[in-house]
């Protein structure tokens, strides 16, 4: 049984190898999207353009434009003269938000009254309007902010990511994705590959059992992944400066954990399709919500409460916790395992639903 399973994922590695297609994704789709996603994936809200429109036209309104345009925050303030403007200038997105100063502003100051200001926002863009808002109130409350709340001292820190640096948590989450879809594709067009070549009838009158034919398939594409993920990992912390300070055995835990689930779901899917074109189709509807529901782009906890239990299916959901866990806090043997066992449980019955599937061709 070992020389015909070192046969077959001897032969396994020359598929992949002599296939244009699989090697392309072993190469290219891993190293450009590392570089593309790291700088292009991003929740920092950059280079802003605000307007304002002044109906004050007082020292202190001017002052305050002052304060917004040497902002590090926005990058471009444009004076507008009208309402009908300042609408134009958020339909057509020349800007995202706006600061209307009302007539005595200045007055109300200095009188002790209440005087307001207006921050119009573009809703469209909701989130970014959020975090743009909070930068507005932030700049307009260090100019003409209380005593009594300037005499408070407030202390803010970032566990684990003190700068808040984006590839400090975008490339341990593209560990994961990016190992993903090389192992998902490379299985997914697994069978499919040899049912086109007309060489899986061939496998099926060979005296290889279904338990043989299916570690054959797992084991090559599950090295080949993590020497991708292995990669990705050199580059993050070598390449990036991202900070690595757990325990690598754990890391290793985990990668080996995670993508054996994913091989599983490939080969289920390569035993469902006739092509190698329906493979590449049924990774990629698998994959969008696997990776929309893991939580890469937005929390677990915001997503519908009916929705959530089903992200308990999703391994990647544990990986990305796993990935950025090892890489910040340095989490012990005993959490990781908390998110290491369900990889592994998921992992099996993805792989017992496959070689179900080859049990049935071969019998």
């Given amino acids: 049984m070992l020389y015909q399973l070192l046969a077959l994922m001897k032969k396994e590695f ?11 994704i072993i190469i290219i789709p891993p190293l450009l999207q590392l570089f ?26 001017q002052e305050l434009i002052r304060t917004l345009k040497y902002s590090s925050s ?47 926002a573009d809703g469209r863009k909701s989130n970014t ?7 507005l109130h932030r700049a307009i409350a260090r100019l003409f902010g209380d005593v009594k709340v300037e005499q408070n001292i ?38 499919a590959r040899e049912r086109e070549m007309g060489t ?24 080949i992944s993590i020497a991708d993920a292995s990669l990705i990992f050199a580059i993050a912390v070598f390449g990036f400066g991202v900070p690595f300070t757990g325990s690598l055995l754990i890391l290793i835990l985990g990668i080996v954990s995670f993508l054996f689930s994913v091989v599983g779901l490939g080969l289920f899917i390569s035993s469902l399709v006739s092509t190698q074109q329906q493979g590449i189709l049924g990774a990629f509807v698998l994959m969008v919500p696997y990776i929309l529901m893991s939580g890469f782009a937005t929390p677990v906890e915001n997503m519908p409460t009916w929705l959530i239990p089903l992200t308990d299916i999703v391994s990647l959901k544990y990986f990305l916790v796993l ?19 369900p990889m592994l449980l998921l992992g099996l019955i993805s792989l017992g639903g496959a070689t179900w599937m080859f049990r049935r061709k071969v019998g």
């Fill in 14 to 24: 020359l598929a992949i190898w002599s296939d244009k297609k699989s090697r392309v």
């Fill in 129 to 135: 309007a959020q975090i743009i808002q909070a930068y």
């Fill in 323 to 341: 990935l950025k866990g090892v890489f910040l806090k340095d989490i012990g043997l005993d959490i990781a395992l908390e998110l290491i066992l």
């Fill in 74 to 120: 926005f990058t471009r303030i444009y004076r507008l003269t009208s309402q009908k403007e300042l609408q134009h200038a958020i339909d057509t997105q020349k800007i995202i938000a706006a600061v209307y100063i009302p007539q005595e502003f200045t007055k109300k100051i200095k009188t002790h009254q209440k005087a307001t200001l207006q921050i119009i």
């Fill in 154 to 191: 407030l202390v803010s820190r970032n566990l684990y990511n003190p700068n808040l640096d984006n590839f400090w948590w975008i490339l341990p989450n593209l560990i994961g994705t990016i190992s993903m879809l090389v192992a998902l594709l490379l299985t997914a067009l697994s069978v």
């Fill in 200 to 223: 899986f009838d061939q496998l099926l009158v060979t005296p290889l059992s279904s338990t043989t034919l299916i570690i054959g398939k797992t084991i090559p594409p599950l090295l």
């Fill in 36 to 61: 593309v996603f790291s700088y292009a994936v991003t929740l920092e809200v950059k280079n802003i353009s605000i307007g304002v429109l002044d109906r004050d036209n007082s020292t202190q309104s």
